[in-house]
């Protein structure tokens, strides 16, 4: 239990203070989640008054809706795309080869790369929600299931860690760029209902949007967080769950296939 805390606080540190030495760069990242609130809130103004029924079961609250897609796509993003980045940067440099062989639980080791991702996304999380409740009077509160919200963060990381860890197995096969993480925060940014309600959408693709862990991850948090909200909280969190087991099951077995076959061509690195 110490040796595999001691790892992951090793990759958060790292990670950490790899991000603090470019000060320029990581606040600007700051500034740019303020813009982003503003304009969210700002466009929310064109449904203030609208009382459309898409927008009834989340008591016509657009700015919540809508920032809360924002804040957990952007969180979503950080973890997704994090093992990918790091094993890529590791085949350039050849660090890879020596991180996987130096460990028997390559699983384990890719996981921990999520450490610092998984937490500075929450804080950027927090500071979306922050920013636009205490300077854009964002109406939200913890209206019930407040016991839920630990889980629901839970099964969103290990639902996106899955992503990350089937991204990461194309990347280690074919040694090229992340077009599964482009491809998938694509169809979840379309069909998902980050900027818009699921049910706005033509009823013959709604069942691409039951596939995606995005539609009962934001469900889940706007039952959690909207005043006055209709939304079914459980079973919103049952589904999130069977898709997240899924995911992290898929995950780690296309990963595993994918060092096995790495280690036995002799691919490890990039040349």
Request: charged letters at 10%; one cysteine or more; hydrophobic letters at 50%.
């Amino acid at each position: 239990m110490f040796k595999t805390l001691k790892i992951l606080l090793s990759f958060l540190k790292k990670d950490f203070q790899n991000a603090i030495s470019y000060k320029l760069q990581f606040v600007s990242s700051l500034f740019a989640i303020l813009f982003g609130t503003f304009i969210f809130f700002t466009f929310s103004k064109l449904f203030e008054n609208a009382n459309s029924p898409l927008l009834q079961e989340y008591n016509n609250n657009f700015f919540a809706f809508s920032l809360i897609g924002l804040a957990l796509t952007d969180f979503t993003f950080y973890i997704a795309k994090s093992i990918s980045q790091e094993i890529r940067n590791g085949q350039l440099n050849g660090t890879f080869e020596e991180l996987i062989l130096a460990s028997k639980n390559h699983i384990f080791i890719l996981i921990s790369i999520v450490s610092y991702p998984v937490v500075y996304g929450l804080l950027r999380l927090s500071f979306f929600l922050i920013i636009g409740v205490f300077i854009f009077n964002l109406d939200i509160e913890i209206v019930k299931g407040y016991a839920y919200m630990p889980l629901i963060l839970i099964l969103t990381i290990f639902s996106y860690l899955g992503i990350a860890l089937i991204s990461a197995s194309y990347t280690i096969i074919f040694k090229s760029g992340d077009p599964f993480n482009a491809l998938f925060f694509a169809v979840s940014g379309i069909f998902g209902g980050v900027i818009y309600p699921v049910k706005a959408l033509p009823e013959i693709s709604i069942f691409i949007s039951d596939l995606l862990p995005i539609t009962y991850i934001l469900e889940s948090l706007r039952a959690c967080l909207i005043p006055g909200n209709e939304l079914d909280l459980n079973s919103n969190i049952t589904s999130l769950s069977f898709i997240s087991l899924f995911l992290m099951t898929a995950g780690c077995l296309l990963c595993s296939l994918a060092m096995k076959r790495a280690k036995k061509t002799g691919s490890l690195i990039y040349y």
